[in-house]
């Protein structure tokens, strides 16, 4: 099939983005590895699309001690060969290599599938475990989003209509940080039908365990991530599948078990 027809912008500075995604019915496109597909089945008919990838204010690096600002253009291949610095002890390198497929990566952004808040991809998990904040732009200001408070179900955010997710504020980790990673797939390339994202910095006194890729925002276990961050992993590891096992009780063992495992597996990188 072929997409129902639509005007195009290709913005040149986030200015005119913003301007442009003030018309209604505007929608967002960068990579467009998702969007695509769903224009041409018509799942998706904007009005209007606004062609981000010429916009240098979405392509920016700011950081400090505590933070890096990556901006929402980045391409996960961009992340995957280092262009863009890892300040997450190899986590985000490892995740963006394990994104689909090279041709994918070459083109997808960090900022469009977030933006998209497929719950199975990689960003959503792994963003959520390090306790990223979201830098949202439009005409009328900007503000700062929290993780959690972003993704609202799938394929849901809290992005009102004329904003743009300009960059991602990843926390820098300490020099003896340990992350995790671990998604399940029928195949390579394919999304994950389970995935297990844990980071543990104990000079900041900061550790998280989550299960993704759940059919809704990642989940977050409080009490698992309480006791890493007491060093009691074996702990960790048991109330985590506690807690998964309640949190989808009224799911198939199956789906259980696959996050099980996989939460499981990325609590082993850290304590290994």
């Not at 690096?61 to 280092?82: N, V």
């Not at 986590?91 to 990566?105: E, F, S």
């Not at 959520?128 to 979201?134: E, F, G, N, P, Q």
Request: include cysteine; charge should be neutral.
């Amino acid at each position: 099939m072929k997409p129902a027809p639509f005007d195009l912008t290709l913005a040149e500075s986030l200015p005119q983005a913003l301007a442009a995604l003030a018309a209604e019915g505007a929608k967002p496109v960068s990579g467009g590895c998702s969007l695509g597909p769903m224009l041409n089945l018509r799942l998706a008919r904007p009005s209007a699309l606004v062609d981000l990838r010429r916009v240098g204010a979405l392509r920016t690096l700011e950081g400090s001690k505590t933070h890096l600002d990556i901006g929402a253009g980045w391409t996960h291949a961009e992340i995957e060969d280092g262009v863009v610095p890892d300040v997450t002890a190899g986590l985000m390198r490892r995740v963006a290599h394990g994104i689909a497929y090279r041709a994918v990566r070459n083109r997808g952004t960090i900022g469009g599938s977030l933006a998209h808040a497929d719950p199975a991809a990689d960003w959503i998990s792994t963003l959520t475990a390090l306790d990223a904040r979201l830098l949202i732009r439009s005409a009328a200001g900007a503000r700062e989003c929290a993780m959690g408070d972003f993704m609202l179900a799938a394929y849901t955010t809290s992005l009102a209509s004329g904003e743009v997710l300009a960059a991602v504020r990843v926390p820098v980790l300490s020099a003896g940080a340990r992350a995790g990673y671990h998604k399940i797939c029928r195949k390579t390339g394919e999304f994950a039908q389970a995935i297990g994202a844990v980071v543990l910095d104990g000079p900041r006194g900061f550790a998280r365990v989550v299960a993704g890729a759940v059919e809704a925002p990642p989940l977050v276990l409080a009490a698992a991530s309480d006791a890493l961050r007491a060093g009691d992993a074996a702990k960790a590891a048991r109330l985590a599948a506690e807690e998964v096992d309640a949190a989808f009780a009224g799911q198939a063992e199956s789906f259980r078990a696959l996050h099980r495992v996989a939460v499981e597996r990325a609590l082993d990188e850290v304590r290994s």
